[in-house]
T-cell receptor
Framework: GAGVSQSPSNKVTEKGKDVELRCDPISGHTALYWYRQRLGQGLEFLIYFQGNSAPDKSGLPSDRFSAERTGESVSTLTIQRTQQEDSAVYLC???????????FGQGTRLTVV | AQSVTQLGSHVSVSEGALVLLRCNYSSSVPPYLFWYVQYPNQGLQLLLKYTTGATLVKGINGFEAEFKKSETSFHLTKPSAHMSDAAEYFCAVSGLSGGYNKLIFGAGTRLAVHP
């Protein structure tokens, strides 16, 4: 596609439910990032995929968070047993890897009630 | 491991005044440095980047930044602020560390421009 696509754009869920967020990166981009942006705060690194290498999961805040990526395409971020502190905008970005520019999606706004 | 510090979470300037947004980084390897901008209710977009070569980098909308290795800084400047520059600005660093290249962002600086 023309850009990084994320779905859904908005998600309201009840505390304790599981949610799945989707990211479609730009075609040909080998690297994919997930970030979390809480209201009024900066970008918190969550996870990084680069080609077929093992992902860098060092930013995942707890074992309730996990992410998968199919080859060099779609990625899903799953949050199990959501908590109110998980409410944030979740941003996905992709790039050609290395030190190249990352292109961002519009984000998924997650609200846990 | 890399890290980024942006001094000042909020900066306010008058229209026409100089814009200076500060960014200091920590990296054990030669860094690649980026500034991203996030306009209200929009996604992040690249403003400019430093990879190698000339240390003064020019970006979109009249912004520029200078890589100063001795000061580990990459401050963003614009000679004359415009109302449309009001946004959140993020500095980011990327560099091979632990086998990974990944973008690490600062906390952001919200720029307000008043008449």
């Amino acid at each position: 596609g023309a850009g990084v696509s994320q779905s859904p754009s908005n998600k309201v869920t009840e505390k304790g439910k599981d949610v799945e967020l989707r990211c479609d990166p730009i075609s040909g981009h080998t690297a994919l990032y997930w970030y979390r942006q809480r209201l009024g705060q900066g970008l918190e690194f969550l996870i990084y995929f680069q080609g077929n290498s093992a992902p860098d999961k060092s930013g995942l805040p707890s074992d309730r968070f996990s992410a998968e990526r199919t080859g060099e395409s779609v990625s899903t971020l799953t949050i199990q047993r959501t908590q109110q502190e998980d409410s944030a905008v979740y941003l996905c970005a992709s790039s050609y890897g290395g030190n190249t520019e990352a292109f961002f999606g519009q984000g998924t706004r997650l609200t846990v009630v | 491991a890399q890290s980024v510090t942006q001094l000042g979470s909020h900066v306010s300037v008058s229209e026409g005044a100089l814009v200076l947004l500060r960014c200091n980084y920590s990296s054990s390897v030669p860094p690649y440095l980026f500034w991203y901008v996030q306009y209200p209710n929009q996604g992040l977009q690249l403003l400019l980047k430093y990879t190698t070569g000339a240390t003064l980098v020019k970006g979109i909308n009249g912004f520029e930044a200078e890589f100063k290795k001795s000061e580990t800084s990459f401050h963003l400047t614009k000679p004359s602020a415009h109302m449309s520059d009001a946004a959140e600005y993020f500095c980011a660093v990327s560099g091979l560390s632990g086998g990974y290249n990944k973008l690490i962002f600062g906390a952001g600086t919200r720029l307000a421009v008043h008449p």
